[in-house]
């Protein structure tokens, strides 16, 4: 709303500042932070009222449960004010014209309804079960369809994948790449919700995912700096930052009260919401492949619930003591905070690796 303000800067010189990129994506994290930390208080004692607390028994490995027993009770579904503030802010600052930040903004609306609705049906159901993972499956890949079909029939965006560290090698889906990308949204989505399963742990991953996201809208909408480094320059990319900046504020406001021990847990509505849209926008900036080392922690705990499944099923065996990792890791007898914190610190040291393939190419 605010960029359409730029048009009067002839009358008043201040208003041109609406026009940068850079100004509005600093005004989109500090209004969602703002707007979690007024808002979130209120939110969090109004589910308490409501008895919208997390069940942390675990029927399927009750020896989680030692850990988990402090927890019991604690108010989750805290993705609405996440997803709230996200869209506030994205209304306020960017530019709604372009087709990116619409997209975007659709995706987060569509996951956050179903994370909602998963959250909301644990509630009701006793025991405490979602909705079937093959109903979140099917509206996950209609949303992947949708997004695939909308880049694959797009004359800005290429159905070419570029290789990391490799300049000269591109691969060409054609058709393929609306199903690809319904697995990216499927996988990034999905991929956020296993992970958040310790206090911040998950919040922490999706602000340092984020942050190098926002640096690779900024380098992909510019023209300059794109050709420079020998990337696939997207016209229009660059507003992207500015949502970007809304989830990097957001997940600052929430990591407020979600650091550890929480005070509230985002739930399905915003995992399912954050992971999808970030999942998105790798797809409009043309970094695919790239996720997969930025979001190495997701990969990493995705991987480790694979790989006991086929174990278990191969072979009858278990390779973790429980998975996701990071449950395992707590059996193992690593200490809460201190998982979270070196998950947080190999994100970040994943984000500089990402960052230095931009020009090892």
């Not at 619409?102 to 909301?120: E, N, Q």
Request: hydrophobic share 50%.
């Amino acid at each position: 709303m605010f960029f359409y303000l730029a048009q009067f800067k002839d009358q008043i010189s201040f208003l041109n500042l609406f026009r940068y990129i850079t100004f509005r994506t600093g005004m989109a994290a500090v209004t969602t932070f703002l707007m979690c930390l007024v808002f979130g208080p209120y939110l969090i004692n109004k589910l308490k009222r409501m008895n919208i607390g997390e069940n942390t028994k675990r029927e399927d490995c009750p020896v989680l449960d030692q850990f988990n027993d402090a927890k019991e009770g604690t108010p989750t579904m805290g993705g609405i004010f996440i997803v709230g503030s996200i869209l506030v802010s994205v209304f306020l600052w960017a530019d709604l014209s372009n087709v990116y930040i619409r997209l975007c903004a659709f995706t987060c609306l569509w996951l956050a309804v179903l994370g909602w609705a998963d959250d909301y049906v644990k509630l009701l159901r006793k025991p405490k079960k979602g909705i079937s993972k093959k109903t979140k499956l099917i509206w996950q890949i209609m949303i992947g369809c949708f997004i695939g079909s909308y880049v694959y029939f797009s004359p800005d965006i290429s159905t070419k994948l570029a290789v990391p560290f490799l300049k000269h090698v591109v691969i060409d889906l054609g058709i393929f790449y609306i199903p690809f990308v319904a697995l990216i949204i499927v996988g990034t989505s999905n991929a956020v919700n296993l992970t958040d399963g310790l206090d911040g742990l998950a919040i922490g991953c999706v602000l340092v995912f984020t942050v190098t996201l926002a640096i690779l809208c900024y380098i992909t909408g510019n023209i300059n700096f794109s050709e420079y480094l020998l990337l696939p320059f997207v016209s229009g990319s660059g507003e992207l930052t500015v949502f970007c900046a809304a989830i990097i504020g957001a997940s600052l406001g929430f990591l407020w009260f979600n650091c550890y021990p929480a005070s509230v847990f985002m739930g399905d509505v915003g995992s399912l919401s954050l992971g999808g849209t970030v999942g998105v926008i790798a797809v409009i900036i043309k970094k695919e492949l790239l996720i997969v080392i930025l979001g190495g922690v997701f990969v990493i705990e995705v991987g480790s619930v694979i790989l006991q499944v086929i174990s278990f099923k191969i072979w009858n065996r278990r390779i973790f003591k429980v998975s996701p990792l990071h449950h395992h890791l707590q059996l193992s007898g690593w200490k809460e905070s201190k998982i979270i914190i070196r998950f947080w610190i190999l994100a970040i040291i994943l984000a500089f690796i990402t960052l230095t393939t931009l020009k090892i190419r």
